[in-house]
C-alpha cells in the first residue's frame, strides 16, 4: 500500500506544479491528512479513502472548461497503469465524480462511506483560516471584488448557477462556506468542523465592522 500511495503523490505533485494556490498540492495534502485522521474513527477503506483524497483534484473542473469527466479519466487511466483493481478504481472515480459542493446542488446516485470521509476533508479545507484564505486566493485569481453591498448573495443557486457565478468573495461566505458545517457527513468531521465555523462568523464580524 505504501509503495502505491507514495507514487500517487509524486504524480499529484507533477500533475499540480504550477497550480492555482487554494488548488495546490499543499491542499491535496491538507485534505489526504484530514481524511486520515476522520478514517480511524469512521473506519472506511484506507486505500480507497486515500487514493481518493490524493486524486479529488487532479483535474478541477473549473480549471478546465467545465470538464467534470476529465478528473475521473486521469485518475483511473493513473491508477489502472499503477496495478490498482477495477472495482477500487471505480470507486474512486465515483467519489470524485460527485465529492463537490457544486455536485450536492444537482442529482447523486452514488454513495459510500468513503466518499463521506473524503468529502467531509475537503470541506474541512474550505473552511475556518484555510477557507478564508483559499476564498481570497480565488478570487483574486478570477478578478472578483472583495465586497458589493449592492450584490446580494444568492441563497438558492442550481448547479448550473454555481459554476457560472461571478459574485463578489464575501458572498461565497453565504452561498457556500458558512453552509458547509451543516452539511458534514461523518460525526468526526462535524466535530472538527464547528471551530472553523466560528472562526468565520469572527472573520466576518471583524470585517463588517472594518467596513
Do not use: C
Not at 500500500?1 to 509524486?10: D, Q, S
Amino acid at each position: 500500500m505504501e509503495h502505491l500511495i507514495n507514487r500517487t503523490i509524486r504524480f499529484v505533485q507533477e500533475k499540480l506544479r504550477g497550480a492555482e494556490a487554494g488548488h495546490d498540492w499543499f491542499h491535496i495534502e491538507r485534505v489526504y491528512k484530514n481524511a486520515l485522521k476522520i478514517n480511524e474513527q469512521e473506519n472506511g477503506d484506507v486505500m480507497v479513502v486515500s487514493l481518493a483524497a490524493l486524486l479529488h483534484d487532479i483535474a478541477d473542473s473549473k480549471f478546465h472548461d467545465g470538464d467534470e469527466e476529465l478528473g475521473p479519466r486521469i485518475a483511473g487511466e493513473f491508477l489502472q497503469g499503477i496495478g490498482v483493481g477495477d472495482v477500487m478504481i471505480t470507486h474512486v472515480q465515483q467519489i470524485i465524480k460527485n465529492l463537490s459542493y457544486k455536485s450536492s446542488l444537482g442529482k447523486i446516485d452514488f454513495h459510500s462511506k468513503e466518499l463521506d470521509i473524503v468529502q467531509d476533508a475537503d470541506r474541512l479545507d474550505a473552511i475556518g483560516a484555510i477557507g478564508i484564505a483559499r476564498a481570497f486566493t480565488y478570487g483574486g485569481y478570477k478578478n472578483r471584488v472583495l465586497y458589493d453591498p449592492a450584490i446580494k448573495p444568492d441563497l438558492n443557486m442550481t448547479k448550473e448557477a454555481y459554476k457560472t457565478a461571478v459574485n463578489p468573495t464575501i458572498n461565497h461566505f453565504y452561498e457556500k462556506l458558512l453552509l458547509l458545517k451543516d452539511l458534514m457527513k461523518t460525526k468526526t468531521g462535524t466535530a472538527m468542523a464547528l471551530q472553523r465555523h466560528e472562526f468565520m462568523q469572527l472573520y466576518l464580524d471583524q470585517f463588517y465592522s472594518e467596513i
